[in-house]
Structure formats: C-alpha cells, structure tokens
C-alpha cells in the first residue's frame, strides 16, 4: 500500500515555539487512520497542515508524492477535503446551497456548473440522509443534522481523501456514532479517512491505524490494539486505567481508574 | 419514493448509505448556459435585477427628459442620432448626458466596494467609508481649498486627500491590506483626525467658502464631463474582470479562513485582493464625484435583503448602488427640496430610510 | 494551549493594585485640573492660582483664574460622561470599536440644534443645550427601538439601525445648514467641539442628565461583568441580560447626550478611554467604571490644556485636539492586534 499522503519533517506553528517538531507520518490509501492526543498535542494542527491550510514552518507534504504547496490550491482541493472545527455557515444558506459550496475546486471562471455537480451533490444529500432536507436553512437545523450538512459539503467535494476535524464534538452520543458509521462506510468504499477524534473508544472502535501524537510527536501508531495500553493512557494522558476488550467488536475500551474522592490532585 | 416532505427539523432523518433515499426537493437551481459557459443563477436574484434595471432606465429617462430643459423621451432617439435641434444636443451632450453617465458608473462602483468589502470583513459596516477614504478626500479637499486656494483644484485635493488617507491607514496596519480588522481600526483613526482637519477649517474659513467647501465634501454630480464618465468607466472595466475572477472564492471565503482554504480558495490572497478592489473602486468614484456617503454601506445591505442570497450578491450590489445614486440625483435636479445641494446629502437619506424600513420590516417578522 | 498571553488581558489586577491605580488616577485628575486653571493664553503661575483660592489674590487675576472655573468643570463632567458612555456601549455591543455616538446621538443633537437655529434664529451656547439634548436622546431611543428588538440580543442590527438614524439625521442636518447660511453659520462652530465660552449654566443644565446616567451606569457595572462572557453564560450565571442592556444603553445614551449638548461632539475621548482603562486596570467593569471616571477627565482636559496654549494667542477647539492626539495613539494601538482577524 503506497502513502497517499505523507508528512516529511514538519515543523509546525506560529512563532518561536513549534507545536509540532519533525514530525513524519504516512497515511496510505483505503486507511482509516485516526489521531488522537491530550489537548494542544498539535494533532488540528497536524491535520489542518496536511489539508495544506497551514503552512509548515519547515519540512512538506506530499499528495501522492507531490508536495501540496508547490500545485495549485484548487488541484489539491479535488483529490483532498478537510472540514475544520468551526465553520461558519453564512446566513440563510440552504443546506442544498451549502453542499453545493463544496464544488468550489471543479468549477472554472466560466465553467460554474456542470452535470457532475449535480450528481455528486445529490449523492451528498442522499448520503448524509439529508435529501429531505435540502431546502432547509441551514440555520434551523438541529446539532446533529447541521454537523451532517457541513459533512454534505465535504462530500460533495468528492475527493478521494477526507480530513476530519473533531466531527462529533458537540453532537450527542447517537448522532457521534450515526456519523462514524456514516465514514465507515464511505471508508469501506474506498475513501481514505483521516480523522481527530477526542474518545479514545470511538477511534479504536472506528480507525484502521491510531496515530497518538503527544506535544507535538507522534508516540504512538498502528493497529488500535497495539496503541491504546494501560501503559500508553498513563504515560501520554496521565489517566490511570485499565484497558479492556470491547464485549462487541473487541478493540480496547479505556476504563479509568477511581480516584480517592477527598484527595484532589 | 418514501419521504417527500422534509420532516420537521427536529426529527432526524437517520437515513444512511444503502437505504432507499428520499427523492431531493426539486430544489437545483437553474443554470445559464452560453457554449463554455455554465453559471448558476439565482432565480430571485435575476427577477430583482430586471426589476433594478427597470428601475434604472426609468430613472434615467426621467433624468433626461423632466425640467426646463429635458428632452422630451419621443424626441429622444433623434437627438442621439444627431438630428437634435442644438438646445437638445447640447443638453443631452455636455449637461445631463455625462452627468447621468458618471451617477450610474459611480453608483455602480460604490456599491460593488462595499459588497466585496463588507463580504471579507464580514461586517455590515465595512466599508471603503468606514476606512477613512471619503473622510480622506474631504480632508484634502479642505485643505486645498484653505491652505492652497487657487493653486491646487479641490477635486485633485481630495483625490490626494483620499489616497493620503490609504497610505497612512496600510502603512499604519503594518501589514498592509491583508488584515481588515486591522484596517477598519486605523480607518477610523485616520477618518476622525481628518474629519476634524474638515471641521476645524469649515469653522475658520469664510462663510461663502466655508459653505462651497461643506458641500462638495458631501460628494456632488454637478457639472460633469465626459472625462469624468470616462474616468470612472474605465476604472469599472478594467477591474470587472478581477471582480468576476474574485466573486468565487469570496463567496467561499464567507465559510471562514480554514474551509476556504481547504477549497483551495486561498482566504488571505483573496482577501487583500478584494480589499484591493474596493479601495480603487472608492478612490475612482471620489474622483470624479469627491466623497459620496453611505452607497457603498446600504446597496449591499439592500441587495441581499432584497436577493435573499447569502454570498456578496455582486451584481445586484452595483445596481442599487447605481440606481441610489441616479435617483437622488434626479431629485437634486428636479426637485425644489433638492435644489443646489449635494446628491451625498440625499444618498444618506435615502439609503438610510431604505435600510431603516427593511430593519422595521425584519423586525415586525421577527415578532410575529 | 498556544494562545494564552492575548494582549487585551493584561497583568492579574489584586486589590492591591487596583487601589494604586485608581489613586493614580485621582492624582493626574487634580493636576489636570490644576494645569486647566492654570494655562491659559497668559498662563497664571501657580503660587497665584493658590492665592485666588485662599482669597488674598489680586482682583484682576482672580477674574482670569476663575474665569476658567466653568470651563474646568465643564471639562470634568463632559470627559466623564464620555469616557462611561464609551466604556458602556463597548461592553455592552462586546465591540471593541463602539463609541457613545454609536446610537445615532451626536446626529440626534446636531439635528436639533440645526433645526432650533433655524426656526428661533442663532442662540446663544446655553440656548442650544436645551435643543441638544432631547434631540440626541431621542435618537438614542429611535435607534434603540428600531434594533434592539428581535429577542436575539443581536448586536447587529443594534448598530446597522444606529448608523441609519445616524446618515438620515445627518442627511437632514446637512440639507438645512447648507441651505440656511444662518444656520451653517452656528453649526460650523458647534460640530468642531470645544469647552470655551459656556458658563455654569451649560453645565448645570446637564448636569441632572450626566448624574442619572451615571448612577445607572454604576447600577449595571456588575451585570457588564456578566455579560461578557457572552448571552448565554450570563444567562447561565443568573444575570439579567435584557436590564443590564437596556439599561446600560440608555445609561450610554443619557450621558453621551448630556456632553454632547453642552461641549459639541468631540471625537474620541469615548472610544479611546476604555481601552487605556482596560490596559491598565484589567477586564473588571465594577473596577472599569469608576476609573474611567477618573481617565476621561483628565484626557479631555489635557487636551483642553494643549489646545489652549500650541497656538496663542488664539485657541484650537477641544475636539480637533482629541482626534489629533487620540488617532495616532490608536494607530500605534494597530500595531500592537493580534494578526487574527
């Protein structure tokens, strides 16, 4: 399996400080790798990197052995899409409209529409279980369903590769696995996910390969089995626990330890 | 077909791949197709703009042809083709000919700066105005006028007043067009010291000056020329290709940095372009028409209420800007209220009245 | 995470600290005020500005000395009134970039004065203050009116209805002046801004405005704390948003109408005070208050002071001064924004 994208060497971060030193990393094509890490590791800034969002402050990636910031942003744009934290849905957009922003990289200064983005915009629709709803704002819709539209959007950008930032923040816990179902599949169909999850569970459960990442390294990668250890947990998140099989699919759930109630840290 | 009727917000569709989806809500938009060419329109947004170019070519019509001196609308036709008698040709030639010319290029211009700037600052306040441009060129104006009477034209004044005004506020940022909360602070700074230069020297001058000078800092369309037509135009046409170049990814730009980078609109190129744009496109319609308020503020504001669009609504921007400004013009001419004042004057209120009722409006839907 | 230090929130502020600067405060204050009595276009030495007070001064000297009393006051109260209605409207709106005109007020008392001076023909500085103000607060409130509703608590359309009252008032104004050379004739004097030549009458016919807003203003001071944490966590936090805005807007409105009427509009004091406030006492509006009440004076006076003596023997209106010293200040301040937006 070649890497479809891979991180060589990057620095990343604004100023003295790196939040990311040297990092290398390979993401190969069909994976379903997911980063996970303490808060302020560097794995958004990683992801927005690869997304060619941020600029590294030394080192490069390579989309299929090219690097991102030599080609043309809207070149990268087809084969790659990232749907950051926080977008900003502008007033009165419809849900249909906001999907069909994610066609941006296809069109031309004249060429604005093609039968193409018909298609790949209704197949968004119809993924996200969102057909329904395509005439809604996008403003009325409850948390679940916006977080949907905006993955619409991403769909619709039909590109081989996905980045995903925190998609499920916020979301209850029926809509966060209806979403990571929703990318299973579309891994299963030969979509190549990269996604920041914060549940530890979640991303054993749904990644391919786990990449833990830890003030600004990567510690940890590879079969979800091997990264997530009683060790690991202790050493990278200062949580101590147990790390036991999930009675379903069987990758390692986290089950933190108690703690003395009357002796906080 | 199993669900047609979007079900309400709150019950979750949890359709997912594999399930029979519901057929869409017939809902793509309609598209414009000229051989290469493939653009989607908006269907309300194109009934508003004939509706606007109705409104325009009424308006000036009526610019033409109503006073002493109009030209009667039949008679319209042969005096452009030159068989006029000279009173008609020299009205339609050297008085309300370039005059309406200059009030639809100006109009125009002002209200396509304002909707790219207000679309990149994603403020309903930005605005060339708001960054000390037309405080600028009054300053300048005012200072030619005291400083230099006679020596240096008050036009010229407050074109040097204007891009002063630029270079202090892109020299201030320290980063120059590439920041525009950065922009609006230190247009604000700059536009309150030179407004208070246009008071101080409104105040210690003469009066008959004093009141010249007040005036022309409202922006004015009296006694223009072709040249002035000519200037303004050829600014417009030289940068409607940039316009059009930019219209996609500022739209995009609206998601925030981070997506419209990721669609390879490249948010911070695309945002000095657009501040760029607008700050030529104000400078333009100062110099030929000195600082005309509030255009560039209320057409996009009325443009999108009106179009229901999100997005910059470019086109429909710079047709109520257009039409605003022939408008109030055409009661500066015909009206006696208008009578020898600015046509800045009557841009503020009627822009502002506009606005304010499409406030009201919203605000009596809001209730209900 | 990376972004700790942002510049808005400077030094931790102990009680300690507080009381220092608030007596800091205090002391530029009184020489402020000390130097407004004492500058003039013939300066006045001290040890005889301190005779004028004990009683044994000259006569002549003591009419040019307290000649500057109501000029003085009125410097206090106008810098005041200004600097709270600022710090009012920008943490209510949560823009750092609001001023007390922001609801339309300054357009709202040059309307009326316009419209008194060409219906009664010129009065007198006194005379437009009675026209000033209800001009101003009732563009204050129409603008209010207009954007306030909507229950979203939406800031925007607060400010979008403010700059319309604003352009179709000034519209007006302009429209009048420049038809009526009487009126332009009084109007160009009054929209510079200055303190000079008005008498105690000006200040005390503002007086009862300027206090209530205050007392308001110091009212809701804890609520602003409340609610800069956003709608929904002040909310959260039992605060009563819709009085603390409310209340504070007219608190804002009240006194920016008051030093509107008595000293014309001067620019700035109102949009720069509550950032030296913030820079040096800290994001605490309970603390925020009183010290602009300190810094506002002593700025307007400062300027006054300036104005008075760079060009004698004439004098430069107070309100040229404070966007010459103000906008220079806020373009360095430029400088300085984090590279974010």
Known sequence: ?265 | ?368 | MVRVKTQTEPHRTGPARAVLVLGAGAAALAGAVLLSLVMGSRPTPLPEVWAVFTGGADPFVATVVESRYPRTLLGVVAGAALALAGTLMQGITRNPLADPGLLGVNAGAAAAVVTATALFGSTSVAGTVWWAMPGALAAGLAAYTVGSRGGDGGMVRLVLAGAVVSAVLTAYVQAVALSLPETFESYRYWVVGSLGGRGYDVVWSVLPVIGVGTALALLVCGGLNALALGEEAAIATGANTLWTRSAGLIAGTMLAAGATAAAGPIAFVGLAVPHVVRALIGVDFRLQVPFALLVGPTLLLAADVVGRTIVRPTELMVGVVTAFVGAPVLLYAVRRMRSTS
């Not at chain 2, 000056?209 to 800092?217: E, F, G, H, K």
């Open chain 2, 1 to 368: 077909m199993t669900r047609t009727t979007p079900s309400s917000p709150k019950a979750a569709p949890r359709t997912r791949a594999g399930e029979p989806p519901g057929r869409a809500a017939a809902s793509s938009p309609p598209v414009l197709r000229l051989g290469p060419v493939a653009l989607p329109v908006h269907p309300r947004s194109l009934l508003w703009a004939a509706v606007l170019l109705l409104f325009l070519a009424a308006a000036a019509a009526a610019t033409l042809s109503t006073g002493d001196l109009g030209v009667p609308l039949t008679r319209l036709p042969a005096v452009v083709a030159g068989a006029g008698e000279a009173t008609e040709t020299f009205v339609l030639e050297r008085l309300r000919g370039p005059r309406l010319t200059v009030a639809v290029g100006t109009g125009a211009a002002l209200g396509l700066a304002g909707a790219l700037f207000q679309s990149v600052t994603r403020n309903p306040l930005g605005s060339p105005d708001v960054i000390g441009l037309g405080a600028g060129a009054g300053a300048g104006a005012a200072f030619a006028a005291l400083v230099l009477p006679g020596v240096v034209p008050v036009p010229l004044g407050a074109l040097a007043g204007a891009a002063l005004a630029m270079v202090v506020v892109a020299t201030a940022t320290g980063t120059g067009l590439r920041h525009p909360g950065r922009l609006i602070v230190a247009g604000i700074g700059v536009a309150a010291m030179a407004q208070a230069f246009t008071h101080f020297v409104v105040s210690v001058m003469a009066r008959d000056q004093a009141s010249i000078l007040s005036a022309y800092v409202n922006g004015s369309l009296g006694a223009r020329s072709w040249e002035h037509a000519l200037t303004i135009w050829a600014v417009l046409i030289l940068v409607l290709p940039l316009v059009a170049a930019l219209a996609g990814p500022v739209t995009v730009n609206e998601m925030g940095d981070e997506l419209a980078d990721a669609l390879g609109a490249r948010a911070a190129p695309t945002r000095t372009a657009a501040v760029a744009v607008s700050v030529v496109l104000s400078a333009a319609a100062v110099s030929v028409a000195g600082p005309i308020a509030f255009v560039s503020l209320t057409a996009p504001q009325i443009a999108r209420r009106l179009s229901t669009a999100p997005g910059p609504n470019l086109a429909l921007s710079a047709l109520v800007g257009a039409l605003l400004l022939v408008a109030a013009d055409l009661v500066v001419q015909q009206s006696p209220v208008g009578d020898g004042l600015p046509v800045g004057i009557f841009t503020m209120a009627f822009g502002g009245v506009y606005l304010g009722y499409l406030l009201v409006r919203e605000w009596r839907r809001g209730v209900l």
């Open chain 1, 1 to 265: 399996m070649s890497p479809v994208l891979s991180a060589e060497d990057l620095t990343l971060g604004y100023g003295a400080e790196p939040v990311v030193r040297d990092l290398c990393l390979e993401v190969g094509d069909g994976d379903f790798t997911v980063i996970v890490g303490p808060n302020g590791c560097g794995k958004s800034t990683l992801l927005k990197a690869l997304g060619r969002v941020n600029k590294p402050m030394s080192g490069r990636v390579l989309l299929r052995g090219r690097d991102v910031r030599g080609q043309r942003a809207k070149a990268v744009a087809r084969q790659l899409a990232l749907l950051p934290q926080s977008p900003v849905a502008p007033e009165g957009i419809t849900v249909r409209a906001l999907a069909a922003r994610g066609r941006f990289p296809h069109h031309t200064l004249v060429r604005q529409w093609s039968p193409q983005d018909e298609t790949a915009i209704r197949s968004a629709l119809e993924l996200t279980g969102l057909a329904g709803l395509a005439d809604t704002q996008v403003g009325s819709l409850s948390g679940g369903q916006r977080q949907r539209a905006w993955v619409a959007m991403v769909l619709a950008q039909d590109t081989g590769i996905l980045l995903l930032d925190e998609p499920t923040t916020y979301l209850d816990i029926a809509h966060q696995y209806d979403l990571l179902e929703l990318f299973a599949d579309l891994h299963r169909q030969g979509r190549t996910v990269v996604a920041v999850l914060h549940d530890l569970a979640q991303a054993a459960r749904f990644a391919t390969r786990l990449v833990l990442m830890d003030r600004g390294r990567v510690v940890a990668d590879g079969p979800p089995e091997q990264v997530v250890t009683a060790r690991m947990v202790e050493e990278v998140f200062g949580l101590a626990c147990d790390v036991v099989p999930d009675p379903r699919t069987r990758t390692p759930l986290v089950i933190p330890h108690e703690r003395a109630p009357s002796r906080p840290r």
